[in-house]
């Protein structure tokens, strides 16, 4: 693998820098704060093309893959992780389901606003009694032949940019029938926003993110065309598992993104706080955690880096993901933690970086796969599954 960037790649690395440092930096401490939808940042992400890096032009894209979306996702995180999740869920779950599994009509109806940022899609995995273990799913969905309709009823929570103003659809994953012997067969089904029967709840109270949208949605008695079905009936969990494969990829850049800017904040502080008489960066305690910060988000770029050239190239990347995700988000929370510790009382006041960083970290290590089943895949991908 080389790890250098093409003009093309360095390129793209340089617009999204300045437009995370020149757009969102001035603005999103603001809208943290106030547990509010940065829109017109997401409406300027659109129009700079980064919701459709990694679609082909036809679709509307800009013709790119993993490779470049999670460079620009790890550029966004290291001034804000609201920002970077919203184009990542928009990306990796709002409309990659619909590019590898949809039909040719699905893609040109859903596509094109999509990679536009015209609208945001979600994808609704978890229920409240169904996270790691999906296959535990409860909502349902049965086909009215007299209508040539799906019926959906059920609830999912913790649903990333399901509730936006600019949300266009959740693609929802439902048991359509049982095998002969129990065992659920789950589909994926795409729900346009304001179906008749969808609610959407008012936003979560988060630790952290709290600029991006995250709700609980619910679904009674829910109707919608019978071509709405995403892919092949019975195939939804194996569907999506491959999409969190993919996506985890998309969170470890972002992880790798929060994990250096927890170190830019860090060398910055460094060398304008004075005590004793002299910046705090000249002693070789703040020295030595500030190196350990840089080289373990060094490494995680590596890891990245690595699984998304994998995708990129056609070959098996599921380990390389799992350990990428694994990896950056224990850097994220490590880093996150000694920034914290660094800038000592002011690391514990939102007005500087560092504590937002903190409180966003902590998450990496649950959504799209916890730590704990990144090491189930790891070690079953190492022949040891049990």
Same mark, same amino acid.
């Given at each position: 693998?080389?790890?250098?960037?093409?003009?093309?790649?360095?390129?793209?690395?340089?617009? #999204?820098?300045?437009?995370?440092?020149?757009?969102?930096?001035? /603005?999103?401490?603001?809208?943290?704060?106030?547990?509010?939808?940065?829109?017109?940042?997401?409406?300027?992400?659109?129009?700079?093309?980064?919701?459709?890096?990694?679609?082909?032009?036809?679709?509307?894209?800009?013709? $790119?893959?993993?490779?470049?979306?999670?460079?620009?996702?790890?550029?966004?995180? =290291?001034?804000?992780?609201?920002?970077?999740?919203?184009?990542?869920?928009?990306? @990796?779950?709002?409309?990659?389901?619909?590019? =590898?599994?949809?039909?040719?009509?699905? /893609?040109?109806?859903?596509?094109?606003?999509?990679?536009?940022?015209?609208?945001?899609?979600?994808?609704?995995?978890?229920?409240?009694?169904?996270? @790691?273990?999906?296959?535990?799913?409860?909502?349902?969905?049965?086909?009215?032949?007299?209508?040539?309709? +799906?019926?959906?009823?059920?609830?999912?929570?913790?649903?990333?940019?399901?509730?936006?103003?600019?949300?266009?659809?959740?693609?929802?994953?439902?048991?359509?029938?049982?095998?002969?012997?129990?065992?659920?067969?789950? !589909? @994926?089904?795409?729900?346009?926003?304001? *179906?008749?029967?969808?609610?959407?709840?008012?936003?979560?109270? /988060? #630790?952290? +993110?709290?600029?991006? %949208?995250?709700?609980?949605?619910?679904?009674? %008695?829910?109707?919608?065309?019978?071509?709405?079905?995403?892919?092949?009936?019975?195939?939804?969990?194996?569907?999506?598992?491959?999409?969190?494969?993919?996506?985890?990829?998309?969170?470890?850049?972002?992880?790798?993104?929060?994990?250096?800017?927890?170190?830019?904040?860090?060398?910055?502080?460094?060398?304008?706080?004075?005590?004793?008489? =002299?910046?705090?960066?000249?002693?070789?305690?703040?020295?030595?955690?500030?190196?350990?910060?840089?080289?373990?988000?060094?490494?995680?770029?590596?890891?990245?880096?690595?699984?998304?050239?994998?995708? #990129? !190239?056609?070959?098996?990347?599921?380990?390389?993901?799992?350990?990428? /995700?694994?990896?950056?988000? *224990?850097?994220?929370?490590?880093?996150?933690?000694?920034?914290?510790?660094?800038?000592?009382?002011?690391?514990?006041?939102?007005?500087?970086?560092?504590?937002?960083?903190?409180? %966003?970290?902590?998450?990496?290590?649950?959504?799209? $796969?916890?730590?704990?089943?990144?090491?189930?895949?790891?070690? =079953?991908?190492?022949?040891?599954?049990?």
């Amino acid at each position: 693998m080389d790890h250098h960037l093409s003009p093309e790649l360095e390129e793209l690395r340089r617009t #999204v820098e300045e437009f995370a440092h020149d757009v969102v930096a001035p /603005k999103i401490g603001d809208f943290y704060e106030r547990h509010e939808f940065p829109y017109e940042i997401v409406r300027e992400m659109g129009r700079m093309g980064l919701f459709g890096l990694p679609f082909p032009e036809e679709y509307g894209g800009m013709g $790119g893959d993993y490779l470049a979306l999670g460079i620009a996702l790890e550029e966004l995180a =290291r001034v804000d992780s609201s920002v970077a999740i919203t184009l990542e869920a928009g990306v @990796s779950l709002g409309a990659m389901p619909i590019y =590898r599994f949809g039909t040719e009509a699905q /893609k040109q109806e859903w596509l094109p606003r999509l990679c536009s940022g015209e609208i945001l899609g979600a994808f609704g995995l978890t229920e409240p009694d169904a996270g @790691s273990d999906a296959g535990g799913t409860r909502t349902t969905a049965r086909l009215d032949t007299s209508t040539n309709e +799906w019926v959906i009823n059920g609830t999912k929570c913790f649903i990333t940019n399901s509730g936006t103003e600019i949300t266009g659809l959740v693609t929802v994953t439902a048991v359509t029938d049982r095998t002969e012997d129990g065992r659920p067969k789950i !589909s @994926s089904i795409i729900i346009p926003s304001g *179906t008749p029967g969808f609610t959407v709840a008012a936003p979560y109270s /988060k #630790v952290g +993110w709290n600029a991006s %949208d995250t709700r609980e949605l619910s679904f009674a %008695d829910v109707r919608v065309p019978a071509e709405n079905l995403l892919g092949e009936e019975g195939r939804g969990y194996a569907q999506f598992l491959r999409i969190l494969d993919e996506g985890r990829i998309a969170i470890a850049a972002l992880a790798t993104g929060l994990a250096q800017g927890c170190v830019d904040e860090s060398v910055k502080y460094a060398k304008e706080r004075h005590a004793f008489g =002299r910046p705090i960066g000249a002693n070789q305690a703040v020295q030595f955690k500030i190196a350990d910060m840089e080289m373990k988000a060094h490494t995680a770029r590596l890891a990245w880096r690595d699984a998304a050239s994998r995708l #990129v !190239s056609g070959e098996p990347f599921k380990k390389e993901a799992a350990l990428a /995700k694994l990896h950056s988000s *224990t850097v994220a929370v490590d880093n996150a933690r000694d920034a914290t510790q660094i800038h000592g009382g002011y690391g514990f006041m939102n007005e500087y970086p560092v504590a937002r960083m903190w409180r %966003d970290s902590k998450i990496l290590e649950i959504g799209e $796969g916890t730590s704990e089943v990144q090491r189930m895949l790891i070690a =079953r991908e190492l022949g040891l599954a049990g």
